[in-house]
């Protein structure tokens, strides 16, 4: 039955990665649109049907870096910001845990508890992306956001100290 899945699931991503190609090649305006930061989101998206098909939920993790990456290459190639990469690596941990996240809902028996250490590594990773520049490149000043980031902590092991009694 895994062999039919894997064998369904490569069939209908190779006969929709054909159909863009051929699209791509017919549709003249198509291609300002697909540019080449497009192929490593599709590696992305084929890892991630890849897990939903096959119900493997670990495939979705790399599926979601190599995307969201992808996402951060198109962004810099159509703004031409590519000094954004300074902080935009930050991300990646939050990649990690949407694959996580997604993991946990294709499979649950694998990783029970990943949900909540989904929602951990998408916050530790919101949290690096404005530290190392991401809150200076939308316009808010640094020294606003320490303090921030300090209560926030100090409020997240308070709550994690009530609810532990």
């Not at 300074?86 to 809902?105: D, K, N, R």
């Amino acid at each position: 039955m895994e062999k039919k899945k894997s064998s369904f699931a490569w069939g209908i991503i190779l006969i929709l990665f054909g159909a863009l190609l051929l699209a791509n090649q017919l549709v003249p305006g198509l291609k300002l649109l697909f540019d080449w930061p497009w192929i490593v989101m599709g590696v992305g998206a084929v890892f991630i049907l890849l897990a939903i098909f096959t119900q493997t939920g670990g495939l979705a993790i790399p599926g979601c870096i190599v995307g969201g990456i992808g996402a951060i290459l198109y962004y810099q190639n159509m703004t031409g910001n590519w000094e954004t990469w300074a902080f935009a690596w930050s991300l990646i941990p939050g990649f990690v845990g949407v694959g996580i996240a997604l993991a946990t809902l294709i499979s649950p028996k694998e990783n029970p508890d990943g949900l909540s250490s989904s929602l951990i590594l998408i916050s530790i990773s919101l949290i690096l992306f404005f530290i190392f520049g991401g809150a200076k490149f939308f316009g808010v000043d640094s020294f606003i956001l320490w303090p921030i980031v300090i209560i926030a902590l100090g409020l997240f092991l308070l709550v994690k100290g009530i609810l532990k009694k």
